[in-house]
């Protein structure tokens, strides 16, 4: 049907080799996200162990029963540091989305461009009469593209308000760890 079929076969080639290589980037995204994540987690745990062997030494330092129960009173859960690492994993995981999101906008806004060009190419070529085939193509891919746009849009219109939800939690938790500690303490 079209004069150059070499073209399309270049076009898809073209097309693989990019997609291999938006496939590489994001699994490289992905595994930078995840050792920010263990590198969290390891440093969480690390704290977690150093404040238990500390609390651990301060109890069995105890003399007698009641400066055992005293000391174990003395030191009730930090919920800073449960805030803390919420509020990194938050930033961890809005990071990679937002990433992923940049890569995926890029991916197809290039395969877009190179569609477009590939169908005007094919149309400077194509036969006499093919017009309206060629029309109801551009009109596909336009409407194909409208629709991601929508999509996307929406996307971040969700990915938004839940990254707001989170904070808010976050605050509200924050503010009532605040309170209760301020209550215990006096």
Do not use: C, H
């Amino acid at each position: 049907m079209f004069p150059n079929q070499d073209q399309l076969s270049n076009a898809a080639k073209a097309n693989f080799d990019a997609q291999i290589a938006a496939v590489t980037d994001l699994t490289n995204k992905a595994l930078a996200s995840i050792a920010q994540l263990v590198e969290l987690n390891v440093n969480t745990a690390k704290a977690s162990l150093e404040q238990s062997t500390q609390t651990a030494q301060r109890l069995m330092a105890a003399k007698d029963p009641q400066e055992f129960f005293t000391l174990s009173t003395q030191n009730p859960p930090n919920p800073e540091t449960a805030i803390a690492y919420s509020r990194n994993l938050a930033s961890i995981a809005s990071t990679a989305q937002a990433e992923f999101a940049r890569a995926a906008e890029a991916q197809i806004a290039e395969t877009t461009r190179k569609v477009t060009a590939l169908i005007d190419d094919i149309a400077k070529n194509a036969p006499p009469g093919s017009e309206n085939a060629i029309a109801i193509l551009k009109t596909a891919i336009s409407n194909a593209n409208a629709a991601y746009e929508q999509l996307t849009k929406t996307t971040r219109q969700a990915t938004d308000t839940m990254g707001a939800n989170v904070t808010n939690a976050v605050n509200q938790f924050s503010q009532a760890a605040e309170q209760a500690t301020g209550r215990t303490k006096k």
